[in-house]
């Protein structure tokens, strides 16, 4: 499975859309780019997951370029409860096993 | 449906103890993991079953792990003896075969070891 990086830490003002960045420059066809995110003390939670196509639900949205090699997580109008950290994996389908890496700890701010 | 369900929620145990640590997944998903995370080295697998079956264990520390899966609504990692070194949050999740990854976890068992 592919590489990523993402940035150790991330700030975002309430309210204000958050925009979080990963790279996944080794990314090959059959490959999605998956997010989680852990709030302290959960368990990891599944936000959205794309393979090409621009991606939307009622938490985020997942925009990713037109050559696969980098991707965004827009969580639109962030609060204080969208503090945690988030992870971006990529993998395949016929994959079975998420592996995490260090994530992006975002801190929403009033 | 309640999620995945863990326990206990906090174990403390003495070094050398055994400890065991059970999960109940989601019912109908046929995919079962294990996963340990500390400060330093983040959550990582430790084993997976499908079908009840382990699939890949090679994430497991040492054979002082070992987990089982006698049905498809249960399933324990036990630790005997425990170290120490072994003191982390402890997560479960489950998924269901299909056209995503979506794993749902639970809300872990934080274990301590003194």
């Known amino acids: 499975d592919a590489k990523t990086t993402q940035p150790t830490s991330m700030d975002c003002a309430e309210g204000r859309a958050a925009n979080l960045p990963c790279n996944h420059s080794?990314?090959?066809?059959?490959?999605?780019v998956y997010w989680y995110r852990q709030i302290h003390s959960q368990g990891p939670q599944y936000i959205i997951h794309g393979l090409k196509n621009n991606e939307t639900n009622e938490m985020a949205s997942l925009i990713i370029t037109e050559d696969r090699k980098s991707s965004t997580l827009i969580l639109p109008h962030a609060t204080l409860r969208d503090t945690a950290v988030y992870y971006c994996i990529v993998i395949s389908n016929a994959g079975n096993m998420l592996t995490f890496g260090g994530g992006t700890r975002l801190m929403v701010k009033p | 449906d309640a999620g995945v369900i863990q326990s206990p929620r906090h174990e403390v145990t003495e070094m050398g103890q055994e400890v065991t640590l059970r999960c109940k997944p989601i019912s109908g998903h046929d995919y079962l993991f294990w996963y340990r995370q500390t400060m330093m080295r983040g959550l990582e697998l430790l084993i997976y079953?499908?079908?009840?079956?382990?699939?890949?264990d090679s994430g497991m520390p040492e054979d002082r792990f070992s987990a089982k899966m006698p049905n498809a609504s249960f399933s324990t990692l036990k630790i005997q003896p425990s170290e120490p070194r072994d003191s982390a949050v402890y997560f479960c999740a489950s998924r269901r075969t299909g056209s995503t990854l979506e794993a749902f976890f639970g809300q872990g068992t934080r274990l301590t070891v003194v």
């Open positions: 080794t990314i090959s066809g059959n490959e999605y």
């Open positions: 079953f499908n079908n009840n079956v382990p699939i890949d």
